[in-house]
Structure formats: structure tokens, C-alpha cells
């Protein structure tokens, strides 16, 4: 990979994890889930950044964009780490069934959809919730961790990766190709 390539991968992490981070200021709430369960659309992205650059690349997205969160928002430090392990496992899911190709998008989405579900559960279930109550001196959290995680983090995971599926054919399908081509030739 000559300088330049190199280069342009480095502009194009950093535009896309910047988009990323504003999109984290645009929340949707979801009308039957809990209020701090709001889904937003920064990991597309990272989506973006995985189907042009690979792995490594959306993972850097998910990471910046994550660490510039926290860093504007001292007062959660739970939600920016759940935030990374959900559009991380989601990635990694799908690069695992795509290979980083736009193929097997259906199956990759859904897969990836299914395995950030089980992986958020359980995380929420035995680590995030207890450690939000705890620093947060929530005690109700700590009491009700069954009741959140089956009531709002599972439909939560689900909506949010339907969401995300609808959002790449209508966005990140036609963006990547132009992507693709404007790393490459130049």
C-alpha cells in the first residue's frame, strides 16, 4: 500500500468516525423501551468504514467515536463502553459472514443483529447494569437487572439492527462502491 493509500484510509477514518460521533447527538427514543435506551445511528459509519477499509478501520470508527463520547460526557462512562461492544460485536459479525464484501447482506445483517442481542444481554445482565447502578447509586437497577435486559436491552438490540439493515440499502450500499473506487484510483 503506497503513502498516499495509507493516507487517504487515515482521512477517511477520521471523517467517518467525526460522523460518526455527531450522529451519537441525534437519538431516537423507542416508544415502549425505557427513556436512556435511544437509538442513534453512529455505528453506520463504521459499517461504511468496514465494507472500505476492513475491520481494523471500522473498529478505529467505533473506538473514536467512543472515546470523543466519553470525553464530552464524563458523567456516563458505562454507556460509551456499551456503545463499543455493541457496534463492535455487530461489525465483527458481519465482516465474519461478508469477508468485508458486499454479499450475504440479509443473512450477515441478521446473524450480526442476533449475536450483538446475546452478547449485549448477557454483558448488560452480568457486568454494564450492575456497574451503572453501582456508580450511578442506583439500587433499583442493581434490584430490576432480569426486568431490564428481557423488557428493554433484548427488543432494544433487535430494533436497532432492523434499523441498521434498512439504513445500509438506503445508505451505505450505494455510498461504498464510490468509496471503494475513490480510495483506489487516484
Do not use: C, H
Not at 450475504?104 to 445483517?109: D, G, Q, R, T, V
Not at 448477557?122 to 434490584?143: A, C, E, Q, R, T
Not at 439492527?161 to 471503494?180: A, D, E, R
Amino acid at each position: 500500500m503506497t503513502q498516499l493509500n495509507k493516507t487517504r484510509k487515515m482521512i477517511l477514518i477520521g471523517l467517518l468516525s467525526a460522523v460518526a460521533f455527531v450522529l451519537m447527538f441525534i437519538k431516537v427514543p423507542v416508544p415502549f423501551l425505557p427513556p436512556y435506551l435511544t437509538i442513534d445511528f453512529s455505528d453506520l459509519p463504521a459499517i461504511i468504514a468496514l465494507f472500505t477499509m476492513g475491520p481494523v478501520g471500522a473498529v478505529i470508527v467505533e473506538m473514536i467515536k467512543n472515546i470523543l463520547n466519553f470525553v464530552t460526557n464524563m458523567t456516563d462512562p458505562i454507556g460509551p463502553l456499551a456503545n463499543f461492544l455493541a457496534g463492535t460485536s455487530f461489525i465483527m459479525t458481519l465482516y465474519i459472514v461478508t469477508k468485508g464484501k458486499l454479499i450475504k447482506i440479509l443473512p450477515a445483517f441478521i446473524l450480526a443483529t442476533i449475536v450483538m442481542t446475546i452478547i449485549m444481554s448477557i454483558l448488560n445482565y452480568f457486568v454494564l447494569l450492575p456497574m451503572y447502578g453501582m456508580i450511578m447509586n442506583l439500587s433499583d437497577v442493581v434490584k430490576n437487572v432480569q426486568v431490564i435486559v428481557t423488557a428493554g436491552i433484548i427488543p432494544f438490540n433487535i430494533i436497532k439492527g432492523i434499523l441498521l439493515l434498512i439504513l445500509f440499502y438506503v445508505v451505505v450500499k450505494p455510498l461504498v462502491p464510490l468509496l471503494n473506487k475513490r480510495l483506489r484510483n487516484k
